[in-house]
């Protein structure tokens, strides 16, 4: 109720100067518009930045009690590089004016209408004030970043996520930020990524896979015969409450990429078909884990969740309630038979990371080139209708081109990113430091000290 109050103070105080001027007679309509529009997409960025705690507790309880405090901090580290590197080049690089492959302008933000209109043009269809522009963008770009750091868990040095955060956030998530949404290659021939199936998510899980491949298993994850063994999260509590923040999240997320609180309601729409997705993953997972393993998963209800949601992120604006449904519950059920295929091939995707967000942005990404209908496109004005609405295979080969160009790119320039860091720096904690846990061995202290306290009584080490 507190906290109704205050959104809703907020929310009055920064649209009262504009009514009452519109009442006075001395603002005009659109004046009143763009006021309640940098409301809407200010409100869509804290959503998508709060996205940070859900992926916090999400990890921390996904993996081993010895790395929680690891790996829920170093999320807060990453978002704070972020934000730096993106303020200075990243966003720059991704909505500058420039050509069709990365921006040339735009470079350390200041905030002025002047720069906007003089570095920004893929950004001026809507009147929102750059900074909140900027901060909105900002926050996709950590949301990206945040995915890639899946496939380091319990194992990658704390020094590479200084390095390898800051390179991505440069060099990487940008240039692909403006093929698609900057005005570059892939907007020129109408790739529909509504708001980042394969800009935000299939980059982070294509960084997470190369991660995981160069930094190899956890100790004790496959037996000598290549068998996996399974190491729970140490909180499913904690994933479930991060599982929640992420669904909520998901509404600055995709009805925000409108960038206008004020077009028909359509991110109502947009929020109607994200949530009936979701829904959807959720049960499918949930279900087709029943049917596998004889018992309901709710690791795998979890991951189908996600999967639905990061699938209609690029659809969302696009496709039908009914649609949304079949995208979100295919989405669930490829999930967790590719996380099981990925596990069985020796890939030790602790958080399935490339699962949840590489498959699932994969398919959601190309869902629009079936789906998309012709009014939805047109109202969007970005590609054609898909193949089941007469659209035939135009708009799916575009989809499909997207997708190859960005996970090629992503995929050959993490490589060599990571590979000098591996043999200069160095990926991979020591065997000993692994074993006690990167709490201790990286920050001097546990997560959840009385309990490790008593988990290591009598020994040197724990594995807990």
């Known amino acids: 109720m507190v906290k109704k109050l205050l959104l809703s103070v907020v929310m009055m105080s920064a649209l009262l100067p504009a009514s009452l001027a519109f009442a006075a007679g001395e603002a005009t309509p659109a004046q009143l518009q763009g006021a309640i529009d940098a409301v809407w997409v200010m409100l869509a960025a804290i959503l998508v930045i709060f996205m940070q705690a859900g992926f916090a507790l999400l990890e921390a309880g996904s993996t081993r009690m010895k790395n929680a405090g690891h790996v829920a901090g170093k999320t807060v580290l990453t978002f704070g590089l972020c934000a730096i590197a993106f303020w200075a080049v990243g966003f720059g690089f991704a909505f500058g004016d420039g050509n069709s492959f990365f921006g040339t302008t735009g470079f350390f933000v200041d905030g002025s209408e002047e720069q906007a209109k003089a570095a920004f043009g893929s950004l001026s269809a809507s009147d929102v004030p750059i900074t909140i522009k900027f901060l909105f963008q900002l926050a996709f770009a950590g949301v990206s970043l945040a995915i890639a750091w899946g496939g380091f868990a319990e194992r990658g040095k704390l020094a590479v996520y200084f390095v390898f955060g800051t390179l991505f956030t440069v060099v990487i998530y940008p240039i692909v930020a403006h093929w698609v949404w900057g005005g570059g290659w892939l907007a020129q021939i109408g790739m529909q990524d509504f708001a980042g199936s394969t800009v935000v998510h299939l980059q982070g899980a294509t960084a997470a896979l190369v991660a995981t491949l160069l930094l190899k298993p956890r100790i004790g994850k496959y037996n000598k015969d290549k068998t996996p063994n399974l190491i729970p999260g140490h909180n499913q509590v904690l994933s479930v409450l991060g599982v929640i923040i992420l669904w909520i999240g998901w509404f600055g997320f995709n009805p925000g990429s409108t960038l206008s609180a004020m077009n028909d309601g359509f991110f109502g729409y947009i929020a109607l078909t994200t949530n009936l997705a979701a829904a959807a993953g959720a049960v499918?997972?949930?279900?087709?884990?029943?049917?596998?393993?004889?018992?309901?998963?709710?690791?795998?209800?979890?991951?189908?969740?996600?999967?639905?949601?990061?699938?209609?992120?690029?659809?969302?604006?696009?496709?039908?309630?009914?649609?949304?449904?079949?995208?979100?519950?295919?989405?669930?059920?490829?999930?967790?038979?590719?996380?099981?295929?990925?596990?069985?091939?020796?890939?030790?995707?602790?958080?399935?990371?490339?699962?949840?967000?590489?498959?699932?942005?994969?398919?959601?990404?190309?869902?629009?080139?079936?789906?998309?209908?012709?009014?939805?496109?047109?109202?969007?004005?970005?590609?054609?209708?898909?193949?089941?609405?007469?659209?035939?295979?135009?708009?799916?080969?575009?989809?499909?081109?997207?997708?190859?160009?960005?996970?090629?790119?992503?995929?050959?320039?993490?490589?060599?990113?990571?590979?000098?860091?591996?043999?200069?720096?160095?990926?991979?904690?020591?065997?000993?430091?692994?074993?006690?846990?990167?709490?201790?061995?990286?920050?001097?202290?546990?997560?959840?000290?009385?309990?490790?306290?008593k988990a290591a009584h009598g020994s040197t080490v724990t594995t807990v």
């Open 284 to 453: 499918a997972a949930m279900v087709v884990s029943w049917m596998y393993f004889g018992k309901a998963d709710i690791p795998s209800m979890l991951n189908g969740v996600l999967a639905a949601l990061v699938a209609i992120t690029a659809a969302c604006a696009f496709v039908t309630p009914r649609d949304a449904v079949i995208i979100g519950a295919v989405s669930g059920i490829l999930t967790f038979f590719t996380a099981l295929w990925f596990e069985k091939a020796g890939v030790d995707d602790p958080v399935y990371a490339f699962s949840v967000h590489g498959i699932a942005g994969i398919w959601g990404t190309l869902s629009t080139g079936f789906f998309a209908t012709p009014e939805l496109a047109a109202k969007v004005g970005v590609g054609k209708a898909g193949l089941f609405y007469g659209g035939g295979l135009e708009q799916l080969g575009v989809q499909a081109l997207g997708i190859f160009g960005a996970f090629l790119f992503v995929l050959i320039l993490s490589f060599v990113i990571l590979y000098l860091i591996k043999v200069t720096i160095g990926l991979r904690v020591t065997e000993e430091e692994e074993i006690v846990g990167l709490d201790v061995s990286e920050h001097g202290t546990y997560g959840y000290p009385e309990q490790m306290k």
